[in-house]
């Protein structure tokens, strides 16, 4: 028996770069950090990110050069970062900064390739634990090969102990989190796909946001840590629900993989968001309100949602505008929603479905409608639907780019054309 400390971090979703142009532009930079030095003070040698290091491929600089600093003291520490590229981090051709930093050695990304309709993935080797990668594509194409079974997991041997770091939206048994929360349209595999995921040790998830399971401790075979303070509105209004609605907070996780299913524990920060919310019925109230709430909050970052009710719209753009400037003149992230509490927009958008969650046409259709109705627009639904199609069309291999664009948005001006002069075009 091997006496290794079968011990590592996960986190996952960082989204270093989010927020280019708010309070919170050096919020998810600081997260990490913070992550740093949890590594370092529970003493573990591993970090697994499973996917969105970064908001995009191509961050700033200025952040790039923080994130190596961070990873230059782990390092140092002799702690070893492995990560798998997400849909935010990946670049078509493979060559985005998570890249980069793997050519210096800063992390380490399990070896995957595309070859002939499968995905070949290779370990990687720590302290006795063989961790697998699979990244997370453009499109969730990840899920078609996990589906189809069309993953060969290369040197795999089950008298080992294999971790897979994983960057895809999966159902977990047990729990729904299209119910925690509707936006997320998590893929439920088929009893096939999913036990052959069972051969790991563990699977170590990313790409949804919210944590699951919820709990402080829990003995689970996969986990999503969630995201420390994810990459928009909808996060931080979720960041309060989990406070407020499941007495929690956003986490990393701490995995012993010893024992299976592997022991988890959530270790709980607040990565420096101090989030509450407001409900606003006048315009002129509002000033006295707010201050009343930020008097009332700490933590370096304040994030006040601002729900403004059904009002009409010019009355939310004036509200919206004062709200603004409140947000400027006091350093806060303020969030104006169109709408009550208790519809705001990641429910009530979703709230009403009784469509099938794969049936992404079904999905659009209906948000379009909610949407048609909120705003109180005259438009024809099926144009708009259409228009979305065309502008969401994948760029065919093969084809000349400028070609494709040029199609495209001939197509997209014909539509739009359609909808604003009502088929006044033919
Ligand atoms: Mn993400």
């Known amino acids: 028996m091997r006496c290794w400390v079968l011990l590592f971090i996960h986190t996952a979703d960082i989204h270093v770069g989010a927020f280019p142009h708010s309070v919170l532009r050096e919020a998810c930079i600081e ?7 949890i590594v370092l003070s529970e003493n573990v040698k591993t970090v697994v990110i499973a996917g969105d290091l970064f908001e995009s491929s191509r961050p700033s600089y200025e952040l790039v050069v923080k994130v190596v600093r961070i990873l230059k003291e782990l390092k140092s520490n002799g702690v070893r970062v492995i990560a798998t590229p997400g849909s935010h981090d990946v670049t078509f051709k493979g060559y985005g900064t ?20 499968t995905l070949i993935l290779k370990p990687v080797e720590v302290d006795g634990v063989k961790f697998y990668g699979l990244p997370g594509f453009k499109g ?25 770091v994983a960057h895809t939206s999966l159902e977990i ?3 729904n989190i299209t119910d925690i929360s509707k936006k997320y349209s998590a ?11 069972l051969n790991f040790r563990y699977v170590a998830l990313g ?3 919210f944590p699951v399971p919820i709990e402080l401790e829990f003995k689970s075979t996969l986990a999503y840590p969630g995201a420390p303070i994810g990459r928009d509105a909808n996060d931080i209004i979720e960041t309060f629900k989990l406070r407020n609605t499941f007495n929690s907070d956003r986490r990393v996780l701490l995995v012993d993989v010893s024992t299976s299913p592997p022991k988890v524990k959530a270790l709980l ?18 000033i006295r309100d707010v201050m009343l709430k930020l008097n009332d909050m700490h933590g370096k970052y304040k994030c006040l949602i601002v729900y403004t009710g059904r009002v009409s719209f010019d009355q939310f753009e004036k509200l919206r505008k004062h709200l603004n400037e409140l947000a400027r003149k006091h350093n806060v992230w303020i969030h104006v929603v169109h709408s009550t509490v208790e519809e705001d927009d990641t429910l009530s958008l979703l709230e009403g479905f009784k469509v099938d ?13 909610s949407i048609v109705r909120k705003l109180g627009i005259s438009v024809d639904e099926e144009k708009l639907l259409k228009l979305i199609n065309i502008l969401g069309r994948e760029y065919p291999e093969g084809s000349k780019k400028y070609e494709f664009d040029e199609e495209v948005v001939e197509e997209a001006v014909k539509v739009l054309n359609e909808i604003l002069f009502k088929g006044g075009g033919e």
């Open 31 to 37: 997260a990490f950090k913070r992550i740093s030095e």
């Open 98 to 117: 998570l890249t980069l930093l793997s050519e210096v050695g800063l992390v380490t990304i399990p070896p995957f390739e595309e070859k002939d309709l």
């Open 140 to 164: 969730g194409k990840e899920i078609e090969y996990l589906e189809r079974k069309r993953i060969v997991y290369r040197d795999f041997s089950e008298n080992d102990i294999n971790v897979l």
């Open 173 to 175: 048994p047990g729990y």
């Open 187 to 197: 893929i439920k595999l088929s009893k096939d796909a999913y036990r052959a995921l």
């Open 207 to 209: 790409h949804i946001h």
């Open 269 to 286: 920060d607040d990565f420096g968001l101090d989030v509450d919310i407001l409900t606003v019925d006048s315009i002129s109230n509002i």
């Open 357 to 369: 969650l794969s049936n992404i046409e079904a999905l659009e259709r209906e948000a379009i409608r």
